[in-house]
């Protein structure tokens, strides 16, 4: 398991499974567990049949002494639920180290003997019908999951004529375009998977979708929580297949593939800009780019692990390195989140909401000390941009406590938000976005990227308790949802590039 260094309450950030090849004496990377559950804990460790104890194959099940709670990753789609806590109040045994956790094997029937599912005892799965729309695999388009079913009942728009229908077509927006083509089975062998006449690339009645990888890496999730959670899925090939994203802007994902190569990505458009390599393999805790990567005034800029400032501009092949001369840990404890670019400065923030600032102008580095220290807690943190306001978003405990903050630079504190107004926010480790709310229902509340079932999971400032998007779900923490290791908020952008503004090289 992969966790942060860099502070006593190590935060888990990846999972890798590897086996040990005795021919070659060296550790392989395991992509799959077969029939195989593991369970995995400080102190003991198994590796059971999943169809013996009825439990989903391929996943592992661990133990996080820190907060006391039970986790079930799984691996083929580097997803991880977080199932839920241990007994209130249970008393746990220490050690100089912490706390001692491990698993007991019991004596349990087997599925075929009429015995219970484990899973059934862990947690509860709750179905709720979906409409999926998925990549046709071939071009840039979206195709109904299963078009023997119709998704509309007839209307009125059934009595338009072929050129009609192709009109309208050629002047809606993508989406739209997609609702309209499942509109009947008529309509769908009338009109293309992907609609290459229409010139509408920008609407102002969209919000941004949540796009994770599966299938190791290989397939491309998109969920659209403003219309009901529709889903829309994208195979990768080349380049794009196992690689990962670092950050997003403008419907741009910056990605990486292995520890030298990245690259940026519009999957809404297919087109890629490739960055040079970088010299050495740097451990990026946080990156971020400044604007669109197709602008002539972009910086990309990467926070090592060894609190080292990584950064290139657009027209250059160099990579410039800026060493926290100052830095002391004491004061600023970077942690794994993405910075804010704010009047030419990028803003990161510690687990203790301390600020952090790299001036892009003169390449200096200062931190602002926050007045709501907590040595003893430490908050899952994100920092967004918000109507030319840097905002905090803390969670502790699972969710249990979520605050947001305004930083006050006249005073240079941190400020109480108890609403967001016409605003959402949507946050991860990876790209942290506000926007205006498309209609009343999404107003005030804070999207988080993880699924309660098929439904994606927000935060309601009202109400003060979380939900999911097309049920009646409502709790107050974010216990028996899932998350995955490798995705992000993007806002879609169906706007083309020039081959110059492809080109990272160029610049005017």
């Known amino acids: 398991m992969g966790r942060s260094k860099r502070v006593r309450d190590n935060v888990i950030i990846s999972i890798l499974v590897l086996r040990l090849d005795f021919s070659e004496m060296s550790w392989k990377k395991v992509d799959c567990f077969d029939d195989k559950v593991l369970f995995v804990g400080s102190k003991t460790s198994f590796c059971c049949s999943a169809a013996e104890l009825g439990l989903t194959k391929g996943c592992l ?45 019991m004596t349990t029937s087997s599925i075929s003997d009429g015995g219970r599912r484990m899973e059934d005892v862990l947690h509860k799965h709750k179905r709720e019908d979906k409409i ?64 290459k006449t229409s010139r509408i690339i920008t609407s102002t009645h969209l919000s941004p979708w949540f796009v994770f990888l599966t299938k190791n890496d290989t397939v491309f999730n998109f969920v659209d929580p403003m219309h ?29 593939k292995g520890m030298l190569t990245y690259f940026f990505y519009n999957p809404f458009t297919k087109e890629t800009i490739r960055l040079p390599d970088v010299p050495e393999p740097y451990n990026f805790s946080s990156i971020c780019f ?3 990567p197709t602008a002539s005034d972009c910086v990309e800029l990467g926070i090592t692990q060894a609190i080292e400032l990584v950064f290139i501009r657009r027209g250059t092949s160099i990579w410039s390195t800026s060493p926290i001369l100052e830095y002391n840990p004491r004061k600023y404890v970077p942690c794994f989140n993405v910075p804010v670019f704010y009047n030419a400065a990028f803003y990161c923030v510690d687990y203790n909401g301390t600020q952090g600032v790299f001036n892009l102008a003169d390449e200096t580095w200062d931190v602002f000390r926050s007045t709501r220290r907590s040595k003893k807690i430490k908050y899952i943190s994100f920092l967004v941009e918000c109507e030319g306001n840097i905002l905090l978003v803390r969670f502790q405990n699972h969710g249990m406590l979520i605050r947001v903050f305004r930083f006050d630079f006249s005073n240079m504190v941190w400020v109480r938000v108890i609403s967001l107004g016409s605003y ?9 976005i506000s926007a205006v709310a498309p209609n009343r229902r999404m107003e005030n509340k804070i999207y988080l990227p ?27 923490d974010f216990y028996d949802t899932k998350c995955w290791g490798n995705c992000s908020w993007i806002e879609p952008n169906w706007s083309r590039s020039t081959l110059e503004e492809l080109d990272w090289s160029y610049s005017e």
């Open 132 to 195: 999926c729309v998925h990549n046709a695999g071939q071009e840039n388009g979206l195709r109904i999951h299963n078009e023997s079913q119709e998704l509309y009942a007839a209307s009125a728009m059934d009595i338009l004529n072929q050129d009609m229908v192709r009109l309208i077509a050629s002047h809606i927006h993508p989406v739209d375009y997609v609702h309209f083509r499942a509109v009947s089975r008529a309509k769908r062998e009338l009109l293309p998977v992907f609609n």
């Open 290 to 292: 400044t604007s669109s």
């Open 228 to 256: 009901n959670n529709e889903k829309y899925l994208m195979n990768l090939t080349g380049m794009l297949a196992g690689s990962t994203i670092c950050f997003q802007k403008g419907g741009w994902l910056l990605m990486s």
């Open 61 to 105: 099940y661990y133990l996080e002494a820190n907060d006391q709670s039970l986790y079930k990753f799984e691996l083929e789609d580097n997803c991880t639920t977080t199932i839920l806590p241990l007994l209130p109040g249970l008393k746990l045994p220490t050690t100089p180290w912490g706390f001692t956790l491990g698993w007991i094997m």
């Open 424 to 432: 959402m926010l949507f946050v991860s480790y990876t790209s942290c």
């Open 450 to 476: 993880r699924l309660h079932d098929e439904g994606m999971l927000y935060y309601s400032l009202d109400k003060g308790c979380y939900h999911s998007v097309g049920s009646t779900h409502s709790a107050k």
